[in-house]
């Protein structure tokens, strides 16, 4: 059995903690990056850890009222130059397990001003980088964060590129300056400082490995911690133990999952960390049978098989080993169908019709047939079609499906006409009527017949005191067949309106109100009527089309004499307003 080279297997978290770590394994390429997870922090309970002062501030000083407990404490020289707190050796080296976490600090002073030129400054690799944060410090404790990615830092020479997440990287690896402003006031003032946190990434990231069987693992050793002993363990390997930075190339012939191990050392330490699983996969010899349905494939070590036969190749399991494959095909008999396809003859009816006869195949078939709205189950013919775009579907006995499109036509639309249509007409006034249609017509039936001089005409005359809507309905030869069709029109027509110049408001029952009086005052809508004195005034005021005016103007009788009058009032069916004015004498 001939080597073979494994792949990456998925990403796994281990319980370790460990300096950072880098092994390759030749081969598989494994890269294993292993963190510190401890976060380091400085809590001043019982001293200043370390940190300093950078500018005009003298300090620090370990003080109480922290937050909580003890904090550190720093004083402005008023040199006209700006302080800030600077970490000590244990927040500075490597510090690339941090990246992409936070750093946390508590900060409070006695002035509140801008972060110029930024509220913390770091430096690596000869790269110097600042972030400003949305806000200060206040004059209480103030609790603040800044994620140690590329985009929330800006380079503190001004006119250079944005930051790299690179750059970010390289800064991080080799941290040696990490500065927290404390002044933020231009007089003398005070700053105080608490509970710092830099934040590791999280626990060490194993990359498990995968081979073939009759594989070879191939390792490197490398260590920011400088050991001088290597003890490996793979279980299940051959051989199963080495030594030294770059032991010998491991065979592993069985199929499983192996531990494997690696004990470091160094003058003052030795420390375990567990490589995660090794994952051996097995190589299989399989013979398999298809069964196709015609004008299906399978697809084949590369290509896509679609006659009958038998077949060899290798194939890769999911871990990338080959296995020897040989599948024997069958395929179906063609399955098809013919439609007979019955058009709708009258246009928008459904009177559509399609029957499908299967052929081939596997029998018993099933069929539907997919419409335009819904889809509708066989076996047919399927009636009662409204014309549009189908697509019929045969399944046989064993599954295999065919479709094919089928559309039902139907003729042109019937367009029947009425002119004029909507129209607005004076009270009795005689017009006709004109009609259109894109087919023969072979009869005509109008209703109602009210005002029409004929029913079953083309072109009556039309005379009426009274709107009404007509309705038109023929036969029309479309083809080989007769079809009905309907149209309507609306006729408004206008009333004639009487209002009386005098009336006599005496009591004796005869012409004792003053009212408009019309056909159609029932179709009136925002009616207002308005009677006036000689000096303008209004003596009456109604908006109901029926009101009647007995000569009072409140409770009391109007004298004798002239009053001017105005009307107004909108129809139905009809866009403008109609107005009347003119005058009306009181007789007693």
């Known amino acids: ?65 922290g937050n909580p407990g003890g904090c550190i404490q720093a004083n402005d020289l008023n040199l006209d130059a700006v302080w800030y707190w600077s970490a000590p050796c244990s927040f500075l080296g490597n ?77 991080m690896g080799s941290l040696t300056k990490l500065w927290i402003k404390g002044e933020y006031g231009i007089p003398v003032d005070m700053g105080w400082l608490d509970n710092v946190i830099l934040e590791p990434v999280g626990e060490p990231m194993l990359i498990p490995l995968s081979l073939c069987e009759g594989g070879y693992l191939t390792v490197q050793g490398h ?77 084949f070590d590369g290509y896509v098989i679609t006659e009958p036969g038998t077949y060899f190749g290798m194939l890769a399991t999911y871990l990338g080993c ?21 058009p709708v003859w009258c246009p928008g009816l459904p009177e559509g019709v399609v029957a499908v006869e299967a052929f081939g195949g596997v029998p018993p078939y099933s069929l539907e047939l997919i419409g335009p709205v819904d889809t509708i189950s066989g076996p047919g013919p399927f009636t009662q079609l409204f014309a549009g775009n189908y697509a019929y579907v045969i399944t046989d006995e064993s599954g295999c499906a065919v479709t094919a499109p089928c559309a039902i036509e139907e003729p042109e639309a019937i367009d029947l006409r009425v002119l004029p249509a909507d129209t607005l007409v004076d009270s009795e006034a005689e017009f006709q009527f004109r009609t259109s249609c894109n087919y023969p017509v072979l009869s005509y039936l109008w209703t109602p017949p009210t005002g029409l001089s004929c029913t079953d005409c083309d072109a009556p005359l039309f005379a009426s005191s009274v709107s009404a809507g007509v309705t038109l309905s023929v036969v029309t030869q479309v083809g080989a067949h007769q079809c009905d069709a309907t149209t309507s029109t609306w006729v408004e027509v206008r009333p004639r309106y009487y209002v009386p110049n005098s009336f006599t408001p005496d009591g004796d029952t005869y012409n004792d109100v003053f009212r408009i009086v019309g056909s159609n005052l029932d179709r009136v809508v925002d009616f207002q009527a308005t009677i006036f004195d000689r000096n303008g005034n209004i003596v009456f005021e109604s908006t109901s089309p029926d009101f009647e005016w007995d000569g009072r103007e409140g409770s009391a009788m109007v004298p004798p004499g002239v009053y001017a009058w105005f009307i107004q009032f909108q129809e139905r069916h009809n866009p403008g307003r109609t107005l009347l004015r003119g005058h009306i004498t009181v007789v007693r």
Request: aromatic share 10%; net charge negative; proline share 6%.
């Open 1 to 65: 059995m001939s080597t073979r080279v494994g792949s990456f297997g998925q990403g796994k978290w281990a319980d370790q903690a460990s300096p950072l770590m880098r092994y390759v394994v030749v081969g598989i390429c494994l890269l294993l990056l292993l963190f510190d997870g401890a976060a380091q922090e400085s809590r001043f309970t019982t001293s200043t850890e370390g940190w300093s002062i950078a500018g005009d501030g003298i300090g620090p000083f370990l003080v109480g009222d």
């Open 223 to 299: 260590s920011m911690i400088n050991p001088i002993s290597w003890q490996w363990s793979f279980p299940g390997g051959i051989p199963s133990t080495a030594t030294g930075q770059f032991p010998p190339s491991v065979l592993y012939d069985v199929p499983g999952t192996y531990p494997v191990q690696v004990i470091i050392g160094n003058a003052c330490i030795e420390q375990t960390v567990e490589l995660g699983d090794l994952i051996i996969g097995a190589e299989y010899v399989i013979d398999t049978a298809f069964t196709l349905c015609y004008g299906t494939g399978y697809p």
């Open 322 to 342: 080959d296995s020897a494959v040989t599948v024997h095909i069958s395929v179906l008999p063609e399955l098809w169908g013919e439609a007979e396809i019955t």
């Open 95 to 171: 510090k690339s397990a941090s990246i992409g976490s936070y750093l946390y600090f508590d900060r409070k002073t006695t002035d509140i001003g801008d972060a110029d030129p930024a509220d913390v400054v770091m430096e690596g690799a000869g790269i110097s980088i600042g972030t400003t944060l949305s806000m200060g410090p206040g004059t209480e404790w103030t609790h603040q964060g800044v994620q140690l990615v590329a985009s929330a830092w800006h380079r503190m020479v001004p006119g250079l590129p944005a930051v790299t997440q690179a750059e970010m990287q390289a800064v």
